[in-house]
């Protein structure tokens, strides 16, 4: 299975701020990846798909890039709202497979 | 607008199966995808696989291979996921999600992600 690592696990911002989060495949998976935002007790909510495509809806604050296995999430102005744990996901490879996550904190 | 909407809590023993709902409404219930993820308590989310609502082919996660079983009723836009011989680690949220599939190469599309169930907690203890 392909092994996908975010970085960092956990992180604390202040509103106003622009977090990047990595999310690195064990092999190559083009640009076959999706990012979504998850708040306690909810369903995700998909951000990104195809590395950099924004899902409609998406305010553009949010933005994807990579390729290969070295993938970014970067959240730009972060708003209360945004404050949330945010998980990648490869499809390019059976079974597919998420991140551990990242939780983005209010400093 | 679109809503995918989940059966209720479940109960069950261990060695038992249980059956998650998901109502679909909203859209052309044959022109997507569902796919099926699952989260233990504090875990990642984990992907269990998909079912083409369309023509009704599944692709599992081979770690719950033979265990797990999609099925749909395009009369009834609902869709099915059937898991047995239930052990403690199938203590989850299980969700159901529609998939578009998008920007196909010959071989291979982007999977989006529009939609999301609101999630069914199953609960495996004796």
């Known amino acids: 299975d392909i092994q996908m690592t975010q970085s960092p696990s956990s992180l604390s911002a202040s509103v106003g701020d622009r977090v990047t989060i990595t999310c690195r495949a064990s092999q190559g998976i083009i640009n076959y990846l999706a990012w979504f935002q998850q708040k306690p007790g909810k369903a995700p909510k998909s951000l990104i798909y195809a590395a950099s495509s924004l899902q409609s809806g998406v305010p553009s604050k949010f933005s994807g890039s990579g390729s290969g296995t070295y993938f970014t999430l970067t959240i730009n102005s972060l708003q209360p709202e945004d404050f949330a744990t945010y998980y990648c996901l490869q499809y390019n490879t059976y079974p597919w497979t998420f991140g551990q996550g990242t939780k983005v904190e209010i400093k | 607008q679109v809503q995918l909407v989940q059966s209720g809590t479940e109960v069950k023993n261990p060695g038992a199966s249980v059956k998650v709902t998901c109502k679909a409404s909203?859209?052309?219930?044959?022109?997507?995808?569902l796919h099926w993820v699952r989260q233990a308590p504090g875990q990642r989310l984990e992907w269990v696989g998909w079912?083409?609502?369309?023509?009704?082919?599944?692709e599992y996660s081979q770690r719950l291979q033979g265990r797990v079983t999609f099925t749909r009723d395009t009369s009834a836009s609902t869709a099915y996921m059937e898991l047995s011989s239930l052990r403690s680690e199938d203590t989850a949220v299980y969700y159901c999600?529609?998939?578009?599939?998008?920007?196909?190469?010959?071989?291979?599309?982007?999977?989006?992600?529009?939609?999301w169930g609101q999630g069914t907690l199953v609960t495996v203890s004796s």
């Open positions: 079912i083409n609502a369309g023509n009704g082919n599944t």
């Open positions: 909203g859209y052309t219930f044959t022109q997507y995808f």
């Open positions: 999600a529609r998939v578009a599939p998008t920007d196909c190469s010959s071989t291979h599309c982007h999977s989006r992600f529009d939609d």
